[in-house]
């Protein structure tokens, strides 16, 4: 156990100097913060040194006495680490461009075995984690967590201590306020807690939730990689999909502590397959806001960038944000596309693609925070066979063509939300034109027929029945274009997925997906 007042990451590290570990390697965009953390382990309570080095400043000791400006070259400056007599942690500051270069990288592999013998260690502090397969296994790496609940507290009392005592403010006087506001801050680093405090302060003259929750929103978009979903679907704009969404509906209030106590695990997620256009997406936009939680999109095609090492830091970036604003929602949308080459990444990519997707499923398996995943696949072929094992996800839906009744439903949920009242329009006679139509497909064919009126009559005339038959009749669904391709999936699913709608996945019955209870 973790002694009390002290994060995991703080604990890791300390831990890691206690052994004498030689390299270390931070990964952290908060420096000051770390070196803070550093300043309280070293020097604090261990009685060390601590001595900081930048390419821009050279050595310089943490709290003032020694300076070394002349070691601003990075072989100059692990020269210098070598000769230096004193116990010491010297914390390299973004040493990361440094170590493509060969003489550098075996200079850190000499110091790795140097330093086992002595009361030395070398921190490379950087924002990002890029290292050269030579050193790889003699770094030992540290993921530094944004601040935790317990440290966004502290923060709120220290920035209430710069206003006044006397200043009212509901985060003093409001318990559930303050928890309020610590979830809302809850992923944001120190630096950018304290100046959105400041922000909201200087707007509302209090803590304003919406303001931080904005500012967290951007934070999250910068990293281009992650999007804070913010969707206006709620789980009864889903038309048919019973199953799957009376499992969901069980499992709203699973993620909290009674549901610990009562001795029930953290759910892990869901994988849903099917044929695009079948409510996939809609389902995964709905349940954000069923859990009421924060719903992050991953869009798998950016996780994979072009510089080496810089997929794996990518797909790090993406738990530890899922992690830290946790308790959370993780939507990654078409998953086959960004995983489908992990068989032949050897090949193909030098491996990333098999590490990032190794990453990805270890921590799928393993996590231990109310992280949950939702993943969209249309293509279950295309998928790694690892990830479809039982314990990745707790369910795996297939989602097919509506029915009938379910295109009833989903043709009166559009035309409502179109601003139209379904009992003016013939919804059977609809049904029958829209036979095999995906969801999507059934939109598409309303707001066509409204294009088509509005053209026509610029507004006089309003669209009818007959005019979205008309429509429908102009669309050649996918049941027809894609139809070895959709036979191919139904017969997959029939003994491997969960149906997600309860009755008859489509109106053919020789190629119904098996029925699962609840």
């Given at each position: 156990m973790k002694p009390e007042g002290k994060s995991n990451s703080t604990q890791e590290i300390e831990d890691l100097i206690r052994a004498r570990y030689p390299l270390i390697y931070i990964v952290s965009s908060e420096e000051e913060r770390v070196e803070s953390e550093l300043e309280k382990i070293v020097v604090d309570r261990r009685n060390r040194k601590l001595i900081v080095w930048s390419s821009t400043e050279g050595f310089f000791s943490r709290g003032g006495g020694e300076v070394y400006p002349d070691y601003d070259q990075p072989l100059k400056a692990l020269n210098f680490i070598l000769s230096y007599e004193d116990d010491c942690v010297f914390v390299l500051r973004d040493f990361h461009p440094y170590l493509q270069a060969p003489e550098v990288t075996r200079r850190l592999r000499d110091l790795s075995r140097a330093l086992k013998s002595k009361r030395k260690n070398i921190i490379l502090l950087s924002s990002v984690f890029r290292c050269p397969g030579e050193i790889e296994k003699d770094l030992s790496v540290v993921d530094f967590a944004v601040p935790d609940r317990p440290t966004i507290g502290t923060i709120i009392d220290s920035f209430m201590g710069h206003i006044g005592d006397d200043t009212p403010s509901l985060v003093r006087d409001d318990p559930k306020f303050r928890d309020r506001v610590i979830e809302a801050a809850l992923g944001l680093t120190a630096d950018e807690i304290e100046n959105v405090f400041a922000k909201s302060w200087i707007r509302m003259?209090?803590?304003?939730?919406?303001?931080?929750?904005?500012?967290?929103?951007?934070?999250?978009?910068?990293?281009?990689?992650?999007?804070?979903?913010?969707?206006?679907?709620?789980?009864?704009?889903?038309?048919?999909?019973?199953?799957?969404k009376e499992w969901l509906r069980k499992r709203e209030n699973a993620f909290y502590p009674e549901a610990r106590r009562y001795g029930l695990p953290l759910p892990k997620g869901i994988l849903l397959l099917g044929i695009p256009g079948c409510g996939k997406s809609l389902t995964a936009k709905s349940i954000g806001a069923l859990y009421k939680m924060p719903l992050l999109r991953l869009d798998m095609g950016k996780v994979m960038g072009g510089i080496v090492g810089s997929s794996e830091e990518n797909m790090r970036k993406v738990i530890n944000t899922a992690e830290a604003v946790a308790p959370s929602i993780l939507w990654m949308d078409e998953l086959e596309k960004g995983l489908s080459g992990s068989a032949s990444s050897g090949v193909s990519d030098g491996g990333t693609t098999a590490r990032v997707f190794g990453t990805f499923i270890t921590w799928l398996q393993e996590k231990d925070q109310p992280v949950f995943v939702i993943a969209t696949a249309n293509d279950v072929s295309q998928l790694p066979p690892e990830l479809l094992r039982k314990g990745r996800f707790d369910e795996i839906f297939f989602v097919d063509l509506p029915t009938a009744a379910e295109r009833e439903e989903i043709i009166k949920i559009h035309l409502r939300r179109k601003g139209r009242s379904p009992e003016y329009f013939d919804v059977p006679k609809i049904v029958a034109a829209m036979s095999a139509f995906s969801g999507s497909e059934i939109e598409q064919a309303i707001v066509s027929a409204m294009y088509d009126v509005y053209d026509e009559y610029r507004g006089e005339k309003d669209i009818d029945t007959e005019a979205i038959i008309q429509s429908a009749q102009e669309i050649i669904p996918l049941s027809y274009t894609m139809k070895e391709k959709i036979d191919a999936l139904r017969e997959w699913a029939k003994t491997r997925a969960r149906r997600a709608s309860e009755a008859a996945s489509h109106d053919d019955d020789s190629s119904v997906v098996r029925r699962l209870e609840l």
């Open positions: 003259r209090d803590f304003h939730i919406p303001t931080i929750l904005n500012e967290k929103r951007h934070i999250i978009r910068k990293s281009g990689i992650l999007e804070y979903y913010e969707s206006d679907y709620d789980i009864t704009d889903i038309g048919g999909l019973e199953a799957l």
